[in-house]
């Protein structure tokens, strides 16, 4: 899991990152159930008392009381399949927070000894160097894959999104760190093994250097203060556990001036303007900008989760039931996962300048606002709880608290920091910094404490003196690693691979393995077997090198051979003249890096393995053979497919392509595990036998399961997406049989049944054969119904059932049947409005359909002006309602009232232009011309001109500008200015889009002319 998932990325799928990750760590995590299962069963590990006691543990005990927390909020939940599933986006339910939990269970009780913790952390640092090099390709612009973005700018790497990706790597640096220290320790101290030992040293800086300059061109101020808050308490607990008075108080005199220096730089005005726009303070010095977009973002984020939890809403269903557990939401949350459906109630209309309205948050970019809203208190508890004994228990290893007296110091420490902290910047900046203002002001009491400790104030009486000279303790690194995630946090969104890092740490430290000091620095472990050893060296080599294979093997050229497919990815860069071997670089870094780092590590160990480099370095190179050429031969059949239903052979060699990864996965952990398992343990004599049927039927168990579990939601993914694509490209039949295909493999996925009423309703609209596009419609209207069953708290499918009911109602020549399908789509957008009443899009939507389908104008104006009361920045509400003022003018046959309604379109149009965001330049040019009309209605020429050339100004859509020449040209013939009549007339026609356009432009030209009596404007070119 450590190894894979931070590497492992899928580009055939919809979703690429997040929810490809998700799956495949809950298909390892039943791997890891199931076995663990069988070995409880079989008894292979006698239960002594220590083994025993690890389920009363006080971390296994939070872990535990957390998961709880998670399955009564999932039983209680607003939309309970949403909580155990996940978003569609993110796959983050219940299933995926189980699968963590797992994880943490499976370390906790497996970890013994010292060398399975070391073998964990060269997975994490592994993991790093694919995910760095992909990142400096990105930097580089040597990325093959087309990403449709400039990722040179700030790299994302695996992730798909530079915040995740620091994120990870604000964990991974502590860790890195520590090694890099141990074994520079260690090198002093074996004589045998000292050139070895400098060899490691320089390979594991190297890395650690490679994540640091990863870190830096993430461009993200979260991630780095998280960083930078691990490696201060890193050092923090070195002072305190050497005693080091003065350390300690340098580190927290330099947090001090650092943290004024950053409110200098903020609040410093003008004073400081040259220094805050230097490239590398920059983003730094408008942390408290409240007009700073991510800032502002986030500020109106929190402060619409604090409306929320204070308001507890009444919520009712589109069905028109209400929600049953309203009283118990403070306590439960919503449900994982559900904060997306009711955010859209409390959504805050600012934010809808900084981003797009139809935008809902799905995460509060602050852990503790996540689980308050979706976990109630009980889950927020919990989580409080699993850090402070967290802090606690390494504390009590590493020998800075003892007693309890200590523990009442810490925990008052703690306390009043958290309470005045929070105190503090809810006065000042408002109720959404509470749960920031709790952390914030946690860690705050903790300095306190260290600080404390290095002046030996506490915790003095529980030092050994001979294991504080041993280098940093690894307990050390795993807190500040765990504290660096707990700080990120509060600013950003937790992903899978931090979620399962932290997990995974955790359970390192409930497993309570003797690792303090150096860790490395313990027994030498007994040699492996030579090719069991070479198994355990080379398997993680070929698993990252193949990962990086299966993500960067494309077949753009569409070539048939496999062995092209392979050198066309690994030495070619699309759009770029040459060789390009970037990929063949990162490919071979971690190939090599993979081998040598545990290789080295035994030998600075004084462990002599003979020919073991040798035989790991040969398999390696025949197991990453063996996949490379495996998988360039899956895309190669990719490239050409024939048959009577080519799309769907497609879809099926897609979907043989994954099951090949996910295969390949398999049969390593398979292989990995019989490597590593020390030869004692492997069942021989007269239990051989029952023993291979038990792991056979277990296999077979696992098999299953993780291919329901992780499998096919990627398989539901593929057909999703290549539907998707042909729907995009018009081919609406072939769409709509994929997505029929994908919903049959994921009938859980709401939203897949959403896109494929989508691809109906666009597959009616092009259709001209009136009962073909009724049946499409009728269709579609069945699929949006089953969209909403499945989730029926979100507004989306209301809305569109809306929609598909409006256009039925378009298509309709029946009066009586056009109506029918107007009430229904009323119906459905009140539905929609009862489920998200601040959304102004849904106003708006519901006013057309009763101004102009049930002719009920004077109600669908009172909903464009409540669409404006709760949201007053919305251009296009504005725009609607000039449209309506415009049309009432028309109608009017009273000039003085005619007069007014057009004055009360202007108004609106120009209050539209106003708030119009610079992002949509097309839509201002749309209201300027808007503008023009009326002007023209008024007889006002010369206005009408200047708003057409303030439309054109924008620059926008200019292959449509020869409408507003030909708009100028009569414009400028009304107001007998015939010169330049023919003149934008012979522009006109220069831009005309087709022949038939270009006669009927030719016709105007003429007639022009004819008026103006010979004109001497040059005539147009045709």
């Known amino acids: 899991m450590v190894l894979l998932l931070p590497v492992y990325f899928n580009t055939y799928t919809s979703r690429i990152f997040e929810a490809d990750k998700a799956a495949l760590l809950r298909a390892l995590a039943v791997v890891i159930a199931v076995a663990g299962s069988v070995a409880a069963v079989r008894g292979r590990r006698a239960p002594s008392p220590a083994t025993g006691s690890r389920w009363r543990r006080p971390l296994v005990v939070a872990a535990l009381a957390w998961a709880a927390a998670a399955v009564v909020s999932t039983a209680l939940a607003l939309s309970p399949r949403l909580a155990l599933v996940g978003s569609f986006e993110r796959q983050h339910g219940l299933g995926t927070v189980l699968a963590c939990v797992v994880a943490f269970i499976g370390v906790a009780f497996a970890l013994r000894r010292g060398e399975q913790v070391e073998r964990l952390l060269d997975a994490l640092l592994l993991a790093t160097v694919p995910v760095c090099g992909i990142a400096l390709l990105q930097r580089l612009s040597l990325d093959p894959l087309p990403w449709g973005r400039d990722m040179s700018l700030r790299v994302a790497s695996s992730f798909g999104n530079p915040i995740f990706l620091g994120a990870f790597l604000c964990m991974v640096i502590p860790l890195t760190l520590h090694r890099v220290l141990a074994h520079w320790s260690l090198r002093s101290e074996r004589g045998a093994g000292s050139g070895a030992a400098l060899w490691l040293v320089a390979l594991e800086g190297g890395v650690l250097v490679l994540q640091v300059v990863t870190l830096f061109l993430t461009g993200s101020r979260g991630p780095m203060l998280g960083a930078l808050a691990g490696l201060f308490f890193l050092a923090l607990i070195e002072a305190a556990r050497r005693r080091h008075k003065a350390a300690g108080s340098a580190l927290v005199g330099a947090a001090l001036v650092g943290v004024l220096c950053v409110l200098a730089l903020n609040l410093g005005g003008d004073r400081l303007q040259g220094l805050r726009e230097t490239p590398l303070l920059a983003r730094y010095s408008r942390l408290l900008d409240p007009d700073q977009n991510s800032s502002r973002v986030r500020t109106l984020i929190w402060d619409a989760n604090a409306r929320l939890v204070r308001a507890n809403t009444r919520i009712e269903f589109a069905d028109g039931r209400a929600d049953p557990w309203r009283l118990l939401r403070p306590l439960v949350g919503y449900g994982p996962e559900n904060l997306r459906t009711v955010f859209f109630r409390f959504y805050p209309p600012e934010l809808a300048l900084a981003e797009r309205r ?198 753009a050229a569409m070539d048939r051979s496999a062995w092209r497919v392979l050198r066309d990815s690994l030495l070619r860069a699309p759009g770029r003249p040459g060789a390009s071997i970037g990929v063949v670089l990162v490919v071979a870094a971690t190939w090599i890096t993979a081998l040598l780092l545990p290789w080295l590590r035994r030998r600075a160990r004084g462990v002599g393995e003979g020919g073991t480099m040798a035989a790991a370095a040969g398999l390696g190179a025949l197991l990453t053979g063996i996949y490379a050429w495996a998988n360039a031969a899956a895309v190669a059949r990719l490239a050409v497919v024939s048959g009577p239903d080519p799309v769907g052979e497609q879809a099926r060699r897609l979907e043989w392509h ?365």
């Open 658 to 1022: 994954q099951s090949l990864a996910f295969l390949a996965v398999g049969v390593a952990v398979v292989a990995l595990g019989w490597a590593l398992q020390p030869k004692r343990e492997r069942t021989s004599g007269r239990g051989a036998g029952l023993a291979w049927l038990t792991g056979a039927a277990a296999g077979g168990v696992a098999v299953l399961l993780a291919f329901r579990l992780g499998l096919v939601p990627c398989h539901a993914d593929l057909n999703f997406k290549l539907g998707e694509t042909l729907a995009t490209a018009g081919r609406h039949s072939e769409a709509v049989r994929l997505l029929e295909l994908a919903q049959r493999l994921a009938p859980w996925e709401d939203m897949v049944a959403l896109r494929l009423g989508g691809a109906l309703m666009e597959a009616a609209r092009v259709e001209r054969d009136a009962a073909t596009r009724e049946t499409l419609m009728a269709e579609a209207i069945r699929h949006l119904s089953r969209a909403q069953r499945l989730e029926p708290a979100n507004r989306d499918h209301a809305v569109n059932l809306g929609r598909a009911h409006r256009n039925l109602a378009l298509f309709a020549t029946d009066p009586a049947v056009r109506r029918k399908h107007a009430e229904s789509a009323a119906s459905h957008y009140a539905a929609a409005a009862r489920l998200s009443p601040n959304q102004a899009e849904i106003w708006e939507e519901w006013s057309m359909v009763l101004g102009r389908l049930l002719g009920r104008p004077d109600e669908a104006l009172a909903h464009l002006r409540h669409s404006l009361e709760v949201d007053p920045y919305n251009d296009w509400t504005h725009a609607l309602i000039g449209n309506h003022h415009f049309n009432a003018a028309r109608l009017t046959p009273t000039p003085g009232a005619a007069t007014a309604e057009f004055g009360e379109a202007l108004r609106h149009y120009d209050e539209a232009i106003r708030l119009c965001p610079e992002r949509n330049r097309g839509r201002a040019m749309e209201y300027h011309l808007w503008r023009a009309r009326v002007f023209n209605a008024l007889r006002d020429w010369d206005q009408a001109v200047t708003a057409c050339r303030a439309a054109m100004e924008l620059g926008v859509q200019r292959a449509s500008w020869w409408r507003i020449h030909k708009t100028l040209a009569l414009l400028h013939q009304q107001a007998g200015r015939h010169d330049l009549a023919m003149v934008e007339a012979a522009e006109a026609v220069r831009g005309a889009p087709d022949d038939a356009q270009r006669r009927e432009l030719q016709e105007l030209f003429t007639r022009l002319q004819q008026v103006g009596q010979g004109s001497a404007a040059p005539g147009p070119a045709t």
């Open 358 to 555: 139809t935008v809902s948050a799905d995460r509060s970019h602050n852990f503790g606002w996540d689980l308050l809203t979706m976990q109630g208190l009980l889950g927020l508890a919990a989580y409080l709880g699993l850090i402070g004994l967290l802090i606690h228990q390494s504390l009590v290893r590493l020998g800075l608290l003892a007693g309890r007296r200590d523990t009442l110091a810490l925990v008052a420490a703690m306390g009043t920091g958290a309470v005045a902290l929070c105190a503090a910047l809810a006065a000042w900046r408002g109720a959404g910094y509470l749960p920031l203002g709790v952390v914030a002001g946690a860690l705050c009491g903790l300095v306190a404490y260290l600080a404390a400790a290095s002046r030996r104030w506490v915790g003095a009486g529980n030092q050994d003196p001979g294991r504080r000279g041993a280098g940093v303790p690894l307990g050390a690194a795993i807190l500040a690693s765990l504290l660096a995630h707990v700080v990120e946090s509060q600013f950003g969104i937790v992903v899978v691979a931090t979620a399962l890092c932290f997990w995974v740490l955790l359970g390192v430290v409930a497993a309570e393995v003797e690792t303090d000091g150096a860790a490395v620095a313990g027994g030498s472990p007994a040699p492996h077997a030579l090719w069991a050893g070479a198994l355990a060296a080379a398997v993680p080599a070929a698993l990252l090198a193949g990962t990086v294979l299966f993500a960067f093997t494309k077949n």
